[in-house]
Nanobody
Framework: QVQLVESGGGLVQPGGSLRLSCAAS????????MRWFRQAQGKERELVAG????????NYADTSRGRFTISRDNAKNTVTLQMNSLKPEDTAVYYC?????????WGQGTQVTVSS
């Protein structure tokens, strides 16, 4: 059974930082591209960042590039999202995604709230 468990969300002031983690189990993690998505209330889910299976390639949405950093540890089956210079518009539920087409797995999400 594949499980993706996100952690690290919470309440942070504008300009602050958070580090999200996603722990994967039940799959051969090193074979999967990993991505972080987010979904704000009333909006569609959107891609935040992605990383290739070996970590050699990353991509970012325009809204996260330069502030967020995605990384992975294939020995620990984890992917992280370091988020700096957070803005109120970053408030959303953040989801971890593992993809090896046609397989696509999701975590349950972790809430990030940026507010003073």
């Amino acid at each position: 059974q594949v499980q993706l468990v996100e952690s690290g969300g919470g309440l942070v002031q504008p300009g602050g930082s958070l580090r999200l983690s996603c722990a994967a189990s039940g799959l051969t993690f090193r074979n999967y591209a990993m991505r972080w998505f987010r979904q704000a209330q009333g909006k569609e889910r959107e891609l935040v960042a992605g990383i290739s299976s070996n970590g050699g390639s990353t991509n970012y949405a325009d809204t996260s590039r330069g502030r967020f950093t995605i990384s992975r540890d294939n020995a620990k089956n984890t992917v992280t999202l370091q988020m700096n210079s957070l803005k109120p518009e970053d408030t959303a539920v953040y989801y971890c995604n593992a993809r090896l087409q046609p397989q696509d797995y999701w975590g349950q999400g972790t809430q990030v709230t940026v507010s003073s």
